[in-house]
């Protein structure tokens, strides 16, 4: 099986889901730049295994209605890498499970 990148256009079902906890498709072994931005309603994400890596600005957005909320994020002992800022706009973090 190949890369399998994780985008924005990917999200846009996710993201207009009313739900505060979250878990990411399983099929997917990469997470592209600003793919999670517009998560505002969601405060505990979990990103299955599989994802090897998390790009830049991941969670980020320009816009001031949309910022990352997400205060619990659950990551896979599949992930081995994260880029530069990936996590650049989650300001309300409070809690990273690893495994």
Do not use: H
């Not at 498709?25 to 505990?44: C, N």
């Not at 990103?47 to 910022?67: D, L, M």
């Not at 909320?69 to 990936?86: G, H, M, N, V």
Request: hydrophobic content about 35%.
């Amino acid at each position: 099986m190949g890369e399998r990148v994780f985008t924005r256009e990917d999200a846009k079902g996710l993201i207009r889901t009313s739900t505060e906890k979250l878990t990411l498709p399983f099929d997917f072994t990469e997470i592209a730049s600003g793919a999670l931005a517009g998560f505002s309603q969601v405060k505990a994400l979990v990103i299955p295994e599989g994802i090897t890596r998390i790009g830049s600005y991941a969670f980020y957005t320009r816009s001031f209605k949309n910022t990352c909320q997400i205060e619990i994020l659950t990551i896979p002992s599949s992930l081995k890498q994260f880029d530069r800022w990936c996590f650049y706009d989650c300001n309300s973090l409070k809690s990273i499970t690893l495994p």
